[in-house]
């Protein structure tokens, strides 16, 4: 991922940047049209280093750089160094800025690395779910924007079952897309089996993930909200964890840091990854 970064940013910015520091002469010819022999110089400084080359000639030449990281995954040791390095590159008032997407549970498992607990002061924003007449309105342009139809009836079922989670609006209708894309249109029975792969992917690729990084702690806590149909109460969850208010607090910040739950007012949580409470439930039958 490093030297996909290093590249890139020189592949972006050679215009401004200066290729012959990554070059020395080996050799001339006299010949009728002259020759020149060239290797390109092997660099063996750090990654940090090489970056900061790179970052001060755009410095020098009025811009900067921006590294951007999708699925950001905090169990990577090079997310981990490029977050550091990112560190000291602020810290040196250069002109840079990093933007990452993920998952809120490696958001925030990153945040909490002592390594890098520098990012928790980075500015946040929480995607949250989409309204459900955007989602309809996402699937049908893109359908329409390149010369597809699509069965009304399942988009509205692809729209109920994406249940406005920005990851399963990608993947819904990347699997219904996929199935016949050499058709011109997308069939209901493209939407329900791309449905029902996209779910199978959701348990297997989010609800498994999240449910292996849950403590005990933090699984009695969730456990506990399944009483409740709706919005658990802080109230009632004290009672039925016999944990202190405080203690309470805790769980409850850190299953909303995670994702897994939100706010519904004072006092007030409700699951908030889609499909985690029924995934949940079915753990505690086995």
């Not at 109920?160 to 399963?168: D, E």
């Not at 959701?202 to 919005?231: P, Q, S, V």
Request: negative net charge; proline residues 2%.
């Amino acid at each position: 991922m490093l030297e996909e970064i290093e590249f890139g940013a020189k592949r972006a910015a050679g215009h401004l940047i200066d290729p012959s520091k990554n070059f020395e002469v080996t050799g001339l010819g006299i010949a009728p049209l002259g020759s020149i022999e060239v290797n390109r110089v092997h660099d063996a400084s750090t990654w940090r280093y090489r970056m900061s080359d790179i970052i001060d000639q755009l410095n020098e030449a009025g811009t900067g750089l921006l590294v951007t990281v999708d699925e950001m995954d905090p169990t990577l040791d090079e997310m981990i160094q490029l977050a550091a390095t990112y560190q000291h590159f602020v810290t040196d008032g250069k002109r840079v800025a990093l933007l990452m997407a993920g998952l809120p549970n490696n958001v925030s498992t990153l945040l909490n690395h002592k390594t890098v607990s520098f990012l928790r002061r980075a500015q946040q924003y929480h995607l949250g779910r989409i309204a459900d007449y955007d989602v309809r309105e996402a699937l049908i342009r893109t359908i329409q924007e390149n010369d597809r139809l699509a069965d009304a009836e399942g988009i509205d079922r692809a729209v109920r079952s994406i249940s406005g989670f920005p990851f399963l609006l990608q993947l819904v209708g990347y699997r219904a897309w996929d199935l016949t894309s050499d058709s011109k249109e997308i069939s209901s029975r493209d939407f329900d089996l791309g449905i029902k792969i996209a779910r199978d992917e959701m348990d297997d690729r989010i609800l498994a993930a999240t449910y292996r990084e849950l403590t005990a702690e933090d699984k009695r806590f969730l456990i506990a909200m399944l009483d409740d149909e709706e919005e658990s109460t802080t109230a009632d969850l004290v009672e039925r964890l016999k944990r202190s208010p405080q203690q309470v607090s805790r769980y409850r910040r850190r299953m909303i840091d995670a994702g897994i739950i939100g706010e519904r007012g004072r006092g007030l949580v409700a699951f908030e990854l889609p499909f985690f409470r029924d995934y949940l439930a079915a753990q505690c039958v086995k």
